[in-house]
């Protein structure tokens, strides 16, 4: 049962999100449903609302449950919504700017008023808004890249015939030290 539910969880965790981490400022795309009306004449309408924020708390870390907690002050009121990043009301998340903090969770930023709500950092380039999985991808084509370039394509059978050929060497310097050695033995026995 429990192998069922991690096959599950794994399927539906989303991969197309971009890394969030606590004091990054991020919009987030949320579908809502709208309905209107009763009985027959009921209609649904669907719509995409934009949250935009300061990420104060992430839970959960990479799980089908993880979620984070982002923060805006809209009429001079601090708004906090609590979102589960793998949901799919969830439309997209884009990163806006991108802060550095030295804590995981900016509980204090409850407390700031004015300027000071607004952290320093710097705008975002559209690579940071790729999704994780397709950043690692890149990075690990780009050092194949490098490394052909450089000539550093390894051949497992070179790499293994090296450090055979290291050994031997370091085996045949051993047993010439050794040798020495056994000479000046039998030089001072003998002047002895």
Do not use: C, W
């Amino acid at each position: 049962m429990t192998v069922i539910l991690q096959e599950f969880n794994h399927s539906n965790i989303r991969k197309d999100l971009p890394e969030i981490k606590p004091g990054h400022i991020i919009k987030v795309y949320q579908k809502i449903v709208e309905t209107k009306g009763v009985g027959k004449k009921e209609e649904t309408k669907e719509r995409i609302q934009v949250f935009e924020g300061l990420v104060i708390g992430k839970k959960g870390g990479t799980g089908i449950s993880s979620t984070i907690t982002v923060r805006k002050i809209s009429g001079g009121i601090g708004v906090e919504k609590i979102f589960p990043l793998n949901a799919p009301t969830i439309e997209k998340i884009e990163l806006i700017k991108i802060t550095k903090t030295r804590r995981a969770k900016l509980n204090y930023m409850r407390d700031r008023v004015g300027k000071a709500t607004k952290p320093k950092g710097e705008l975002v380039n559209k690579e940071d808004n790729k999704p994780q999985g397709e950043k690692d991808a890149e990075k690990k084509i780009k050092e194949k890249t490098e490394d052909k370039k450089e000539g550093k394509t390894e051949n497992t059978e070179n790499v293994k015939e090296e450090r055979v050929g290291k050994k031997e060497k370091n085996v045949k310097e051993n047993k010439d030290e050794e040798l020495k050695e056994e000479k000046e033995k039998k030089k001072d026995d003998k002047q002895q």
